[in-house]
């Protein structure tokens, strides 16, 4: 078995730190996803998006969507379902809205504020390491998920003890019960 870690930041914790990082590099993000997923993310989006487009959900919340990538490939894949971009970062979802995401929300993905049982479905592609407490970002995905909800998490990380020195990729789809 293959143990990951999340992405070392000593900023990991603090909020407005990452915030601040992300400011500074949202016009940069795109080109770093691609440079560091090796150009998968491209892939990876789109076998989300299509995913999603299967459980045929009448409303979903992207969270942490960055510059909107994600949301805007499920809303090609669900045109009749109300797609939300949520981040906790102003200038992403500046980034987002530029490629014509019409539905943003600024909101912390261990605080949202949405109510209880509100979405079909939620997405969080490559966030998930960046926020500042794990257990209760998906405390909240659940709480705002309708019972029979979906959640889907696409990140990818370093492998603690790669096999053979190899990079590898897991797959793991499922379905939140409430």
């Known amino acids: 078995m293959t143990e990951h870690s999340p992405a070392a930041s ?35 989006r789109s076998v989300a998006a299509r995913t999603v487009g299967a459980w045929g959900p009448r409303r979903v919340l992207d969270l942490a969507t960055g510059s909107g990538d994600l949301a805007l490939a499920i ?6 379902a109300e797609v939300v971009g949520a981040d906790f970062c102003e200038p992403m979802l500046d980034r987002a809205r530029a490629k014509g995401l019409r539905n ?33 970002a998906i405390s909240e995905m659940a709480r705002v998920l309708h019972p029979g909800g979906h959640l889907l998490i696409l990140d990818f990380s370093l492998p603690t003890r790669p096999l053979c020195g190899r990079r590898t990729a897991s797959t793991c ?3 939140y019960r409430g």
């Open 75 to 80: 809303e090609k894949q669900c045109p009749a």
């Open 10 to 44: 000593p900023t990991r914790t603090d909020p407005a730190s990452i915030r601040a990082v992300f400011s500074g590099i949202a016009s940069r993000y795109d080109l770093a996803n691609h440079l560091l997923s090796g150009g998968l993310d491209f892939y990876w």
């Open 104 to 136: 943003t929300v600024v909101a912390d993905g261990t605080a949202l504020p949405f109510a209880d049982a509100s979405f079909d479905a939620v997405t969080v592609a490559f966030g998930l390491r960046n926020m500042a407490d794990y257990p209760r």
């Open 173 to 175: 789809t499922g379905s």
